[in-house]
């Protein structure tokens, strides 16, 4: 195992060998002989070591990282004090099953992300592997509270892979091909994609159609609302293509609830934990949602999820729901330095260096045709690509040869739904990182267009 320092002066992307380099060709050749077929691997990356935003390759390539592990590396690549929490944690012990026994740092953490919780109102904490079994958690917990049956979700959604979270996901078709029946009772909804509304219409003469219909058509039509149990929903949809939905969408959907004894989730695994400049994305729109699902980037890499819900709901029957990992001690310390780092370091600089990164993809978009819309808050910004303005047609090859170019010039990209790329950086990204990653950005597209 190789453990290094990246150097000092890592500043700027350096490919020192076309990648994937010798190093990286004999993982990847060994890789693909025995791992799983349903592994996706986007581009050719096989990891050496990192330091904040930057990470190295095997064969001494660096790249700027503008995806964090699929926003999972919320402080950066070995930030020095979630290390050593890791490190101190680990020394102590590795293990010992929190659902059946006690130890501090399961219980600072439960009431640590309680008290952050968005909203008044008291919380509880239930702390998983994952988000996807956040998700799972909370479909169990919503049907027993309410004792009703029906979830309804999003076209576009993202919430897991595991059966009640693919349940929920309205992604990709491949995401459920071939793995039914899955859960009952699920009903999916367009979400507020103001850039591309299912319904034709335009904010706010729309009055939020996107909401009304679910009372509207939905109820009327299909489902009793008396059967629902809960609306789950990503206040910004990640995987669906970084959308941020219209104002007054989130809090129309608290008040549907309200009207009609339907519990609301958010699914915050990949907005909360300071991507947004704010601790949960929740915060921005002022909406306390009964249960809240947390995970990628609570451990700065380490697998850790959380359901936190209002003490009202939170009341299942001792035994009923646990895990035999989940609220792991290492994970747990983890999560604490992680959330030291985010709430006395970073909330703050997300919030202006978000400004400043989305200032820099606005004026890529006004040099580049490709570029439809650019829409986030802090670092969690969409940057979606069409054949032409006018139709915006998605320019679904672009973005392919777009995050493929980027990789070989040092940039490392994500994309997400039909076209889009997802920004979604390291949290402790400098002003001086953007403009090296949109230069690198604004070579590819001058390259492809």
């Known amino acids: 195992m190789r453990t290094h320092a990246v150097e000092a002066e890592l500043d700027y992307p350096k490919i020192v060998v076309p990648p994937p380099g010798p190093k990286a060709r004999e993982v990847i050749k060994r890789d693909k002989r025995w791992t799983s077929t349903s592994y996706i691997k986007e581009y050719p990356l096989v990891v050496s ?50 659902t059946d026994f006690y130890f501090e740092g399961f219980a600072e953490l439960a009431e640590r992300l309680a008290r952050l919780a968005p909203g008044q109102s008291k919380k509880r904490t239930f702390l998983t592997n994952s988000g996807a079994e956040a998700i799972d958690g909370a479909i169990k917990l919503v049907r027993q509270s309410t004792g009703r049956p029906g979830l309804i979700s999003f076209n576009g959604a993202f919430h897991g892979r595991t059966y009640g979270a693919m349940s929920l996901t309205s992604s990709k078709a491949k995401q459920k091909a071939g793995f039914g029946p899955l859960l009952p009772c699920v009903h999916h909804m367009p979400f507020g994609y103001c850039y591309r509304c299912a319904y034709g219409l335009t904010h706010p003469a729309c ?43 989130l809090k129309a959907l608290r008040e549907l609830c309200d009207r009609n004894g339907i519990l609301l989730v958010f699914d915050e695994v990949q907005s909360g934990i300071g991507r947004t400049g704010k601790m949960f994305a929740a915060e921005l729109y002022g909406v306390e949602p009964d249960v809240l699902c947390v995970g990628k980037g609570i451990a700065s890499g380490m697998p850790l999820g959380a359901i936190v819900a209002k003490e009202s709901i939170m009341k299942w029957d001792v035994g009923s729901h646990g895990s035999t990992y989940g609220g792991n001690p290492v994970c747990c310390a983890a999560a604490l330095a992680t959330l030291d780092v985010v709430e006395n370091e970073l909330l703050g600089h997300v919030r202006k260096t978000g400004e400043a990164l989305l200032l820099g993809l606005k004026r890529l978009q006004s040099k580049h045709e490709c570029i439809g819309d650019v829409r986030g808050v802090g670092f969690m910004v969409g940057v979606e690509f069409v054949k032409d303005r006018e139709s915006r047609a998605p320019a679904q090859s672009l973005v392919h040869e777009l995050t493929q170019r980027a990789f070989r010039k040092g940039l490392l990209l994500l994309s997400c739904g039909q076209s889009v790329i997802r920004i979604a950086p390291p949290l402790v990204l400098t002003e001086k990182d953007i403009e090296t990653g949109l230069q690198v950005l604004d070579e590819c597209l001058t390259e492809l267009t």
């Open 207 to 249: 009055r939020l159609r996107c909401v009304s219909e679910i009372e509207d058509g939905l109820f009327r039509r299909d489902l009793s609302p008396k059967e629902v149990a809960a609306i789950f929903v990503e206040p910004i949809q990640g995987e669906g293509g970084y959308i941020l939905p219209p104002p007054g969408y």
């Open 49 to 98: 070591h990192g330091k904040g935003p930057w990470v190295a390759d095997i064969d001494g390539n660096r790249y700027l990282d503008f995806m964090a592990g699929i926003a999972v590396a919320s402080t950066g690549y070995s930030h020095p004090k979630v290390v050593r929490a890791i490190q101190e944690s680990a020394s102590r012990f590795l293990h010992i099953c929190g």
